[in-house]
């Protein structure tokens, strides 16, 4: 397996990608936040569907206990994070739900919202 290549161990959508990231030791999980089926839901939940958004999503999940610190850096177009690679298949093994099931989703933030909580979106 080269350097670059996605774990074949670890199965996600098709668009969650896992790359190592020598350039900072590090590996990354990123995707473009128009991919995920929730995209659409993301709009109609009343935030702006971009890779800050993702980071809120992730920022609540650590909030939440589901997740340890995850070091994102997002873009407008596309959610990123970096660290080990069991953090990197452990945050793209809990985002999964969130970017495949609009219910998952639409639950999360809901609460979220009703907790005055801010996606920084």
């Known amino acids: 397996m080269s350097a670059s290549a996605e774990p074949a161990s670890v199965e996600f959508p098709d668009y969650v ?4 990231a020598p350039e900072f030791d590090q590996w990354s999980c990123h995707f ?5 089926r929730t ?14 958004f993702w980071a809120g999503v992730v920022q609540r999940l650590v909030d939440l206990g589901e997740l340890p610190e995850v070091e994102a850096d997002p873009e ?4 990123i994070a970096y660290g080990s690679r069991p953090l990197m298949e452990r945050l793209a093994r809990t985002l999964v739900p969130y970017l495949t099931d609009p219910n998952a989703l639409t639950a999360l933030v809901t609460a979220a919202d009703a ?7």
């Open 32 to 36: 473009d936040v128009g991919e995920p």
């Open 17 to 20: 990608h896992l790359h190592e």
């Open 76 to 79: 407008g177009d596309t959610f």
């Open 39 to 52: 995209a659409e839901s993301v709009a109609e939940l009343g935030h702006e569907p971009n890779g800050y």
């Open 115 to 121: 907790d005055g909580f801010d996606f920084d979106d």
